[in-house]
Antibody, heavy 124, light 111 residues
Framework: QVQLQESGPGLVKPSETLSLTCTVS????????WSWIRQPAGKGLEWIGR???????NYNPSLKSRVTMSVDTSKNQFSLKLSSVTAADTAVYYC??????????????????WGQGTLVTVSS | QSALTQPASVSGSPGQSITISCTGT?????????VSWYQQHPGKAPKLMIY???NRPSGVSNRFSGSKSGNTASLTISGLQAEDEADYYC???????????FGTGTKVTVL
């Protein structure tokens, strides 16, 4: 079954750029939307944005000015960059599979599966 | 876009049934059948339990069921078991530019 794994630095300095990659294994990245979701310690989930395998993106307006997502289908990977980070961006970051969109239609069946999550701390 | 409203906590004894509500608006829960529910144990990633309001993914116990009425979706756990103790989050597609909104989360305690 499809598995996702986040990777990237666990510590980022304030004002710098957070960069994470999600690697998809045991399945193709094609024809799906892929989302990033974060969760500050002890708090709820926040949807950051998503990318389709064509490179088309949707971002949460609250983060849009600082977010860039990209996809590398040859490596079965997609990535997140969040610029000008502050302590408020400290959270566990998850990647997850989103909707299926192919020639037969659009199917949104929840976020499934999820990566295990990676803690990113913003601190000097 | 505000988070969907869930009760902070719900509790029940083993074997009982509990229901968690998720209240949104006519722009999200009330407008689409793209409501999903997630279970999250401490230190773990969320797990999809229900999608499209009432559908269970393969492998999820039939003790979990979902429904929707108007702007409120609900998750019912029947035959409550100790392993069901976790945080639960709802999520909905929304017509706002946010695209997806999550609920505030509910801590389920098995007494």
């Amino acid at each position: 079954q499809v598995q996702l794994q986040e990777s990237g630095p666990g510590l980022v300095k304030p004002s710098e750029t957070l960069s994470l990659t999600c690697t998809v294994s045991n399945g193709s990245i094609s024809s799906y939307y892929w989302s990033w979701i974060r969760q500050p310690a002890g708090k709820g989930l926040e949807w950051i944005g998503r990318i389709y395998t064509s490179g088309s993106t949707n971002y949460n307006p609250s983060l849009k000015s600082r977010v860039t997502m990209s996809v590398d289908t040859s490596k079965n990977q997609f990535s997140l960059k969040l610029s000008s980070v502050t302590a408020a961006d400290t959270a566990v970051y998850y990647c997850a599979r989103d909707a299926l969109y192919d020639s037969s239609g659009y199917y949104s069946r929840g976020f499934d599966p999820w990566g295990q999550g990676t803690l990113v701390t913003v601190s000097s | 876009q505000s988070a969907l409203t869930q009760p902070a906590s719900v509790s029940g004894s083993p074997g009982q049934s509990i229901t968690i509500s998720c209240t949104g608006t006519s722009s999200d829960v009330g407008a689409y059948n793209y409501v999903s529910w997630y279970q999250q144990h401490p230190g773990k990633a969320p797990k999809l339990m229900i999608y499209e309001v009432s559908n269970r993914p393969s492998g999820v116990s039939n003790r979990f069921s979902g429904s929707k009425s108007g702007n409120t979706a609900s998750l019912t756990i029947s035959g409550l078991q100790a392993e069901d103790e976790a945080d639960y989050y709802c999520s909905s597609y929304t017509s706002s530019s946010t695209l997806y909104v999550f609920g505030t989360g509910t801590k389920v305690t098995v007494l």
